[in-house]
């Protein structure tokens, strides 16, 4: 199942909302994460199957979707929130999106 | 608390082995799998495979199912992937992940890279 993202790259403020978009080749149900990584660190687990904030994520990070068109939200930008957002489906093995990188205008 | 911990950077010549080591701690580390999962420059993420920790069992992506080892010794918590015939595409940040209960990757060791130069 191939991951595709949207766009490559967001330029925005803080304080603006962020949409990042993740779009699978074929349905992957809700079967579906969100991943943000900073320069030189590991993947951090923001949200999984599709909706669920992981321990710890702050509510600005909301997911939404089903099937094959997924969004990451971001309803107020902190200047932390600058990194690259990758999607993931565990339907059939594990395949990742090629990124999304959020950065400040 | 869950932590993943790798060994250190790797310069290997071509045709060469490497093994990278991940070191679990806080929780009871027979109960769950770890993964291995690598990201070459400006390429995505790619999903290795994973090692049952309690039995040893291994599922290996058919990328790299011919060269390619899982191993780890629960007396020491620690998980060990082998990668053989290595070439310059195998440059990358090779990371270790333990699926949380709902099977999505939480936490991520740090990292390993493992370059691959003559």
């Known amino acids: 199942i191939v991951l595709t993202q949207s766009p490559a790259t967001l330029s925005l403020s803080p304080g603006e909302r962020a949409t990042l978009s993740c779009r699978a080749s074929?349905?992957?149900?809700?079967?579906l994460a969100w991943y943000q990584q900073r320069p030189g660190q590991a993947p951090r687990l923001l949200i999984y199957?599709?909706?669920t904030r992981a321990t710890g994520v702050p509510a600005r990070f909301s997911g939404s979707g089903s099937g094959t068109d997924f969004t990451l939200t971001i309803s107020s930008l902190e200047p932390e929130d600058f990194a690259i957002y990758y999607c993931?489906?565990?339907?059939?093995?594990?395949?990742f999106g090629q990124g999304t990188k959020l950065e400040i205008k | 608390q869950v932590h993943l911990v790798q060994s250190g950077a790797e310069v290997k010549k071509p045709g060469a082995s490497v093994k990278v080591s991940c070191k679990a701690s806080?929780?009871?580390?027979?109960?769950?799998?770890i993964h291995w999962v690598r990201q070459a420059p400006g390429q995505r993420h790619e999903w290795m495979g994973w090692?049952?920790?309690?039995?040893?069992?291994?599922k290996y992506s058919q990328k790299f199912q011919d060269r390619v080892t899982f191993t780890r010794d629960t007396s020491s918590t620690t998980a060990y992937m082998e990668l053989d015939n290595l070439t310059s595409e195998d440059t990358a940040v090779y990371f270790c992940?333990?699926?949380?209960?709902?099977?999505?990757?939480?936490?991520w060791g740090q990292g390993t890279l493992v370059t691959v130069s003559s």
């Open positions: 993931q489906q565990r339907t059939n093995w594990y395949t």
């Open positions: 199957d599709a909706s």
């Open positions: 992940v333990r699926p949380q209960s709902g099977g999505w990757f939480d936490p």
């Open positions: 806080g929780y009871t580390f027979i109960i769950y799998d």
């Open positions: 090692i049952n920790a309690g039995n040893g069992n291994t």
């Open positions: 074929q349905s992957v149900y809700i079967y």
